[in-house]
């Protein structure tokens, strides 16, 4: 079964104006669809991983056959990223979305980071910092939160790690409204952070 890309969960222009509605059409509209095109032509001849949830595709890339492995690990991880991503923003204005967080990643930050203003910090360094195009996640291991960066499509559900908040550092994902200045826009994207959604992840980490 050839997977699909969902529609975005709000308008285009929701969340502005940290991202305009201009980079969120083709983000969403061309970039993912051709990662959807792209992982559904390598498993063309594959039925049995085309049947599996993309997360568990690139969960276990060890199971993908070699001559393809290099295209569902870009692809796959594309189409898992930013399903993630859409899912992890929300419209501007709206309870739970931009601010500081709340409930039990709230709390989860602090004992781990020992403030969200620090986190924030370590989270938009490893955004600033990756070389490139890649992306910025928090996950959950051993019991505390870490910051990671990954390159290009690199999902961390490849190496065993569960993301629970991430941040697309491709340019593709601000050039047309920060050009050049990754950190402002890696600043200005607290702003459209579903904590509640990031909660739900943080849950389902936590097992």
């Given at each position: ?133 890649g992306w910025a996640w ?28 991430g941040n697309d550092v ?38």
């Amino acid at each position: 079964m050839a997977y699909e890309l969902a529609p975005l969960p709000y308008d285009y222009a929701a969340l502005e104006p940290f991202i305009d509605a201009d980079t969120m059409k083709f983000h969403h509209d061309k970039h993912h669809q051709a990662y959807i095109n792209n992982v559904n032509a390598a498993l063309a001849n594959h039925p049995e991983l085309a049947a599996k949830p993309v997360d568990a595709l690139v969960r276990d890339l060890a199971s993908v056959p070699e001559e393809i492995r290099a295209a569902v690990q870009n692809n796959g991880g594309g189409h898992s990223n930013h399903t993630i991503f859409w899912n992890i923003m929300g419209p501007v204005g709206t309870a739970g979305i931009g601010g500081e967080p709340t409930g039990a990643i709230a709390a989860q930050i602090t004992a781990d980071f020992g403030d969200f203003e620090s986190f924030k910090k370590a989270f938009n360094d490893a955004g600033a910092k990756r070389f490139g195009s890649g992306w910025a996640w928090l996950v959950f291991a051993d019991g505390k939160l870490k910051v990671i960066s990954t390159a290009n499509q690199d999902s961390p559900l490849t190496q065993g790690l569960y993301p629970i908040l991430g941040n697309d550092v491709w340019e593709h994902a601000y050039y047309l409204k920060y050009q050049n200045l990754r950190p402002k826009y890696l600043e200005n994207w607290w702003n459209v952070v579903n904590w509640t959604e990031v909660n739900k992840r943080f849950a389902t980490a936590k097992g």
